[in-house]
């Protein structure tokens, strides 16, 4: 092991940055991966640190009410038009709403998040209508609201690592590396 602080995994630095972002995305996103011993050590010190950043902040935001628009939607769920100067315009209506404010150091902490996870886009499991039901996942958001909270009273140490035997290929050790 070399003294440079992290490990190479035999990549160039943007395969490897690629390659550790998408499995901290998939480990927060499902709860569990299953990876190479020296890869999950890496990738369990990046998830902690986010963890870590996101368990601190979780509470740390304003609840502020605003006014939306929002197109008028008539019984099928389309906009309901309505013909202004002969050019048909969508109708709105106002809408109260209570959103959640980020403060500064909340807004920085998730602009951190964000700069390390990728978007994970939901498809429907029955693989029908994909394009039309597919959602995309808030990562941050689930980190604050969902992941944050179970580790509120805990001192770091969010990840267990399960050795699980040799791969059958290249007889690399394998892990499950799981949130605790």
Do not use: C, W
Not at 46 to 66: C, G, M, Q, S, W
Not at 122 to 148: C, N, Q, T
């Amino acid at each position: 092991m070399t003294g440079s602080g992290y490990r190479k995994l035999g990549r160039t630095s943007s395969q490897r940055k690629a390659l550790l972002r998408n499995q901290v995305t998939n480990l927060l996103y499902h709860g569990k991966i299953t990876t190479t011993v020296t890869r999950a050590k890496e990738v369990r010190r990046i998830a902690e640190k986010l963890i870590t950043v996101a368990v601190k902040e979780k509470d740390n935001f304003t609840e502020v009410e605003v006014t939306a628009k929002v197109p008028k939607k008539d019984a099928n769920g389309a906009r309901v038009k309505e013909t202004v100067n002969g050019k048909k315009v969508t109708v709105y209506d106002e809408v109260k709403k209570t959103i959640k404010k980020d403060n500064p150091s909340r807004l920085a902490a998730r602009r951190k998040i964000l700069s390390v996870l990728y978007t994970v886009t939901e498809v429907p499991k029955d693989g029908k209508k994909v394009r039309k039901l597919s959602k995309k996942i808030d990562m941050a958001a689930k980190l604050f609201d969902e992941i944050a909270p179970k580790y509120a009273d805990r001192k770091g140490g969010y990840t267990r690592m399960v050795k699980i035997g040799p791969r059958k290929g290249d007889a690399a050790e394998m892990v499950i590396l799981e949130l605790v």
